[in-house]
């Protein structure tokens, strides 16, 4: 495959990453229950692992074990992502069910905004560990077969990161579109970001300093 090709093809797989994300959020949003909610969240990320689509916070807890170059991708992936939840939020604009999941989103958002960019760096870092937690996990239950545990482990690190109120930078993306409260945001998304990004690679550089570290990719 061409590198335009591969390039095209990882920024397709990331937008539809930030849309999968989008549905996870959309359907957490409609839930009554928040340990209902949260369990349905995880459909977005277990598609993304399942079938090869791009996120963010995924690819970048593997910085520290690849090629620098690998931090571009990683980047690109970042804007598909943030393409994608920009589709749905506009899509689900024009639909029935706007009106209720963006009086939610509303509420989630302003909390988020209002904190202070210290609380969401740090809660953003814990996000990012999960998600690491997560990819990796799957990673190496696809490695020996393990289905089901690729599946609950998954779904517990959504559960937590939402249970917990966790901040993570692809969801939070969707709620903001869906408000129209990027400027409200403007401060909060860069931080959340670079605390996913931290979280993500912190076990990996930390597991260099032992005698069992993540295998280099």
């Given at each position: 495959m061409s590198k335009a090709k591969t390039v095209l093809s990882q920024f397709i797989n990331a937008v539809i990453g930030g849309m999968m994300i989008g549905i996870g959020g959309c359907v957490s949003l409609s839930c009554d229950n928040k340990y209902v909610g949260s369990a349905l969240f995880s459909l977005g990320l277990f598609a993304i692992i399942q079938f090869g689509f791009g996120l963010y916070t995924g690819k970048i807890g593997y910085v520290p074990l690849r090629k620098p170059a690998y931090l571009s991708e990683c980047l690109f992936t970042l804007l598909g992502n943030a393409l994608g939840t920009f589709i749905d939020a506009i899509l689900l604009r024009q639909t029935r069910i706007f009106s209720a999941i963006s009086e939610k989103a509303?509420?989630?958002v302003?909390?988020?905004t209002r904190d202070s960019l210290a609380?969401?760096?740090i809660l953003a870092i814990f996000c990012g560990i999960l998600m690491f937690t997560a990819v990796e996990n799957a990673r190496l239950s696809n490695a020996a077969g393990g289905h089901v545990e690729k599946t609950v482990g998954t779904m517990l690190c959504i559960m937590v990161f939402i249970l917990c109120g966790f901040n993570h930078c692809?969801?939070?993306?969707?709620?903001?579109f869906l408000t129209g409260t990027l400027n409200e945001a403007a401060a909060y998304l860069p931080i959340v970001i670079v605390g996913n990004s931290i979280g993500g690679m912190l076990f990996p550089l930390l597991k260099m300093l032992t005698d069992k570290p993540f295998e280099k990719q």
């Open positions: 509303a509420v989630s302003d909390v988020k609380s969401a760096f692809i969801a939070d993306m969707f709620y903001i």
